[in-house]
């Protein structure tokens, strides 16, 4: 029996698990409780991180909530001011026994002198870049004090600034790698502070650590795909080691020599009969996920997991007939981008939370998007953000951290610039979402066109335009073509800007002749562009909103509270000129606010219309904005609290995969029909005309009509007047209806001939019945007349599946309102309005 056991014993002994010997880097999150103070004042108070200074003292009630009121003037003391963030942590034994142990920094924001048991260890001076310092030797088992000075972002530049004997455009905040939107925009507050926006880690080896892996496709066939895995290392040993590659349950086993020193190497593996990643609308986003091992022996010396697509990405732009083109091929085949311009969800960015994250992917995704662009005056976002564009097929267009200004080009800010350029790209090239790299937003176009050029002497301009190209078209794109996995390059957006001819005829354009010059919304239809990247048109939040920041008495368009909260000189004066071209000028506030918000989504339907309509000249839109920073009236389509406005139910409307889209030229109207299928798609096109009061004036059916999803086709025209057999335009509506052969609805589209203003809408009354289902409330709303933009609205929180919608007479339409509560009085929990009672 003890010859069985000593046996048993001896064989474990050299049983190769894993288990038993491991050399692998430990990775630990510092986790602990924080203070903070104003620097030198002897009041430490106590503080969670991730967070920034305005955060801080808000929790410590040392502020009144910046959002609220007119509070953001009376903050703007704080970015003057330098603070002070401490913490005290253990190491366990196992860690302080490694050979190197780093501290690594992520999201510090932004000037930082950083000491380590009262030892200066770390200096920074970007906020978008890592951090990291050997501190075995200054660590102990317990007690260890982390302390981190942050400098005042305006005051630690000022000097730059006046070294530099002219003003950027852009001003001061130019010359600091931080968001540029904490400076204030036309949307944003200014809040210029400082903060950990991510938890500081420990990184302990031995000998061996993998610094990063890139895993991508070399070769595609529908057979296989042959996979290279690019691993750079740190090594202290030299010798084989031996590299495992497992994905589900498929294993690859090769051997590489690793040397001393920091170096690459790369492992292929083929994958049969590739599942390729594809963006919603064109497939599924499908994902791999990879374990690799770096083995000496038995003994594992690191472990890195992956998760990547199989695709190609391409942007086509190359010269035709019209000009150039402008579109993105995604594995070969051309894509129609459908989506929106992203800026952060908060300036306090320590506040937003994976939910929100989930959030607004998902809204986006629900309103039939397929890409959104990252704005260069924000922020590269967090990982989280890219991890659910990649689960959920959202293209990403990303840009560099520039916008709307010209940059120093002395040596330490470029050094600094590439060294955040080669991270980024770095951190973000797993991404199968990651679709472009653009190098800025509006710099090209400011500086030709914007006048910008008569502040300065010719010498100065010939050394603002060098840096702007050393910047833009050297050190960026070498980066991306070395390091991105050739995902493409684009040097500015948009390439022209409105005021040149050759805005609509090549590369991406942002069309502002609506809104900033006061055009009206048809122009659209004129101004069609290869590809549309930022349009838009500004509405108030929701109603909820707004009593969220203010007091009864301030909810006025023109109160000293309302207009903080509207950061465009000009935003109010242009939305009621336009209110008043299309629609009657509500009374009350509310009401303004209620139309504020239908007249932002008729006009953006128009352009968005005009896009899909002009495909393949045309193959992309994307609007301004997605979402908000703060609680404002801007251009988003998702209000700060993630309310959807009028506009968002539009777009999910509009940006359907197979759409109608009507248009009157010369008095004939013609219908369109544009699919993003990756089929072709057999329609039935059903076109009825009514009075407002319900009569039906004519009816047309067109069966069997093939749309193609490489263009917009016109499937029906017919003279007006016929259409309405010489009924007046302002008492008629055309309902055009997209079937497909198994009769289901594909598309309605309910096409008005006159401004809503001009429309004789009869008075109506709306009826609800309000039954609980497993979701929520389902709610059925019946008018006998013609309802306009049927706005539905309750105190508790959840989300109505539809809203802004058009009841035809005597039509029924039923809603689901998704909620986890139980209301105790239904029927009364919901108010409903529409146009016509706000006359």
Not at 29 to 55: C, G, K, L, N
Not at 658 to 677: F, M, N, Q, R, T
């Amino acid at each position: 029996m003890r010859l069985a056991i000593l046996f048993l014993l001896t064989l474990l002994a050299y049983m190769p698990a894993e288990t038993q010997t491991t050399a692998a880097p430990i990775r630990q999150t510092i986790r602990t409780s924080w203070e903070f103070r104003q620097a030198h004042t002897d009041s430490w108070r106590p503080t969670t991180v991730p967070v920034s200074v305005h955060t801080a003292l808000l929790q410590a009630g040392q502020i009144e909530d910046p959002f609220y009121g007119a509070n953001e003037e009376k903050l703007q003391w704080i970015e003057r001011e330098d603070w002070e963030f401490q913490c005290s942590f253990d190491v366990d034994a196992q860690t302080l026994e490694r050979k190197h142990i780093e501290l690594v920094f992520r999201g510090l924001d932004t000037y930082a002198h950083i000491f380590l048991n009262d030892s200066l260890i770390l200096e920074t001076d970007n906020m978008f870049r890592t951090w990291k310092t050997d501190v075995k030797k200054y660590l102990k088992p317990t007690g260890n004090r982390l302390h981190i000075y942050f400098e005042s972002p305006v005051k630690k530049v000022e000097t730059d600034w006046q070294a530099l004997g002219y003003e950027l455009p852009g001003g001061i905040r130019t010359m600091t790698r931080k968001a540029q939107f904490h400076y204030g925009w036309d949307w944003g507050p200014r809040f210029a502070g400082c903060g950990i926006l991510k938890l500081p880690e420990l990184l302990a080896w031995d000998d061996f650590l993998i610094e990063d892996v890139f895993v991508t496709p070399q070769r595609i066939s529908e057979k296989e795909a042959v996979l290279v895995a690019r691993f750079r290392y740190r090594s202290d040993i030299e010798g084989k080691i031996d590299i495992s590659v497992k994905e589900s349950k498929r294993k690859s086993l090769e051997n590489r020599i690793v040397l001393v020193g920091t170096h690459e190497d790369s492992v292929t593996y083929t994958v049969e009969n590739p599942r390729l990643w594809w963006c919603a609308g064109m497939g599924e986003p499908n994902l791999y996920d990879f374990i690799i091992d770096f083995k000496s022996g038995y003994r594992l010396l690191d472990r890195k997991e992956v998760r990547m697509g199989i695709r190609t990405v391409e942007l086509v732009n190359e010269p035709d007939a019209d000009g150039k083109s402008f579109y993105f091929k995604l594995n070969g085949k051309p894509v129609f981008a459908k989506g929106a311009n992203y800026i952060p969800q908060d300036i306090f960015q320590d506040r937003v939370s994976p939910a929100q994250y989930k959030r607004l992917l998902d809204d986006a995704v629900s309103a039939n998007m397929n890409m959104l662009r990252v704005w260069g005056g924000g922020i590269y976002e967090d990982d989280l953000f890219y991890q659910l564009c990649d689960a959920r097929g959202m293209l990403v267009w990303q840009d560099f951290m520039y916008a709307c200004a010209m940059y120093p080009g002395n040596g330490q800010f470029l050094k600094n610039a590439a060294a955040e350029a080669y991270e980024q790209i770095e951190r973000l090239r797993q991404h199968p979402s990651i679709a472009l790299w653009c190098g800025n937003n509006e710099n090209n176009e400011a500086w030709h066109h914007w006048g910008w050029q008569m502040q300065f002497n010719e010498a100065q301009r010939k050394q603002i335009w060098r840096d702007y190209q050393i910047l833009f078209n050297d050190v960026l794109p070498t980066y991306v073509a070395n390091y991105s996995g050739e995902v493409p390059y684009w040097e500015s957006s948009p390439k022209y800007g409105r005021g040149n001819p050759k805005s609509t005829k090549e590369g991406d354009a942002h069309y502002w002749g609506v809104w900033h010059d006061e055009e009206p919304f048809d122009m659209f239809n004129k101004k069609v562009p290869r590809f549309m990247s930022e349009y838009g048109f500004q509405s108030f939040p929701d109603w909820a909103t707004i009593e969220s920041f203010t007091k009864p008495e301030e909810r006025v368009l023109d109160s000293k509270v309302m207009l903080t909260h509207q950061k465009h000189p000009r935003g109010n004066a242009l939305i009621a000129e336009y209110l008043k071209r299309d629609f009657r000028v509500p009374q009350n506030f509310e009401d303004f606010v209620y139309v504020s918000q239908l007249l932002q989504a008729e006009g953006m339907r128009t352009g968005i219309e005009a896009h899909r309509r002009n495909k393949p000249y045309c193959m992309g839109t994307l609007y301004w904005q997605l979402n908000d920073v703060w609680p404002v009236a801007s251009w988003s389509s998702i209000d700060y609290l993630g309310r959807w406005k009028a506009m968002h139910y539009y777009v999910r409307d509009v940006y359907r995969p197979v759409v109608a889209l009507p248009i009157v030229e010369d008095g004939i109207l013609k219908v369109y029909a544009s699919s993003d299928l990756p089929a072709d798609t057999t329609v039935n096109v059903h076109i009825r005309a009514f009075s407002l009061e319900g009569k039906k004036l004519s009816e047309v059916v067109e069966l069997d009509v093939t749309v193609r999803p490489d263009s917009a086709r016109m499937v029906w025209q017919g003279y007006l007047k016929t259409v309405l057999d010489r009924h007046k335009e302002d008492d008629a509506v055309v309902e055009i209806v997209f079937k497909n052969t198994d009769s289901a609805v594909l598309h309605r589209r309910l096409f008005y001939l006159v401004p809503p203003k001009k429309l004789l809408l009869p008075r109506t009354d709306v009826r609800l019945q309000v039954n609980q289902v497993t979701d929520g409330y389902e709610i059925v709303l019946h008018s006998a007349r013609l309802a306009k933009n049927v706005y539905l609205r309750t105190g508790t929180a959840g989300r109505f599946s539809d809203n802004y919608f058009d009841l035809l007479p005597g039509e029924r339409h039923t809603v689901l309102f998704k909620t986890d509560q139980i209301l105790d009085d239904p029927k009364e929990a919901f108010s409903v309005k529409h146009l016509q009672s706000t006359y």
